[in-house]
């Protein structure tokens, strides 16, 4: 096994590889670095997207002996690193985001992640909704809709139960969409 992890290679494969040798670490990074980053770029910008994306595989290395396939899948496991050390910026999230509703949409930049995080925020009334949610809302939408985390690995990398991750997510279309409604009734 190698740092070119080819998708043959299960997480179980990976895990397995990295306890016997924690320099096979570096394959989970080069699988997931990509998935982490965007997520973590869509809740927080570009620039501490880096910083946090780093600090969550240091983290994940950390505690790579703690792991455990029977609990769950390394993706989520990874996700809910990252989902917490977001949380510990939730208040300039917050803020940036309220930043976004004032402003006019800003064009599109190259690269990847800056067109992910340009259609996240390209309107201000979701910049706006997006603010007006609790952070347990806001985690499990983002989860869903930039980590592109299924329902279950939500509620791995959150620790709660499917039955939250469904009424947090309810919750949080319905903030929303009251709001898009609002916006287009009065422009």
Not at 2 to 19: F, I, N, P, R
Not at 69 to 96: S, Y
């Amino acid at each position: 096994m190698t740092a070119d992890v080819s998708e043959q290679v299960t997480d179980a494969d990976l895990v397995a590889g990295y306890q016997r040798n924690p320099e096979l670490f570096t394959a989970v990074y080069d699988r997931y670095l990509r998935d982490i980053y965007r997520y973590v770029a869509g809740r927080l910008g570009t620039q501490a997207a880096e910083d946090i994306t780093a600090e969550t595989f240091l983290l994940a290395f950390d505690r790579r002996d703690r792991f455990d396939p029977e609990k769950g899948e390394l993706r989520p496991w990874l996700f809910g690193f990252a989902t917490n050390l977001v949380a510990r910026h939730r208040r300039k999230e917050a803020r940036h985001y309220k930043a976004l509703a004032r402003l006019d949409p800003a064009p599109v930049v190259e690269g990847h992640e800056n067109r992910v995080v340009t259609s996240v925020t390209a309107q201000p009334y979701l910049a706006m909704a997006l603010a007006s949610l609790n952070g347990g809302e806001r985690d499990v939408l983002l989860l869903l809709a930039l980590g592109q985390l299924s329902y279950n690995e939500i509620a791995q990398a959150l620790g709660i139960s499917l039955g939250t991750v469904g009424s947090r997510l309810s919750r949080a279309r319905a903030k929303i969409q009251a709001l898009i409604d609002k916006e287009t009734t009065h422009g």
